[in-house]
């Protein structure tokens, strides 16, 4: 479940940075994408975790993921088109993650804390 994660780090070093500061309308601001992507990264966990053969995780993970982006209210085209966005810009993306990383340590250090979906 961690694929998506390096597959995103690793474009993230392909692309250039274009130093924009903020993004276009139609694109999710970089507080919704660390929301979405926090999201996302706790649903990869929890499904990784369980004791279900790969193809049923792939079902179940693409499953949670819509719910994710019900949650958010974000539609899955908006969210790759975003993702796209900011891809371009690997400071940004860099700064995305590095907050998206601070959320789940913090999540993680809440005793008795579950992220609902």
């Known amino acids: 479940m961690n694929r998506i994660l390096i597959l995103l780090l690793a474009l993230v070093l392909v692309f250039s940075c274009r130093g924009k500061n903020s993004p276009p309308p139609g694109i999710l601001s970089e507080d919704q994408m660390v929301m979405v992507l926090t999201d996302i990264q706790l649903t990869e966990g929890k499904v990784s975790a369980l004791p279900v053969s790969y193809d049923s995780s792939q079902v179940l993970y693409s499953l949670l993921e819509k719910e994710v982006f019900l949650k958010h209210s974000v539609s899955d085209s908006l969210f790759t088109q975003s993702m796209l966005y900011y891809l371009e810009d690997a400071k940004a993306m ?7 990383i601070d959320s789940l340590t913090v999540l993680e250090t809440i005793p008795g804390k579950e992220q609902n979906f």
């Open 94 to 100: 860099e700064q995305i993650y590095a907050r998206v």
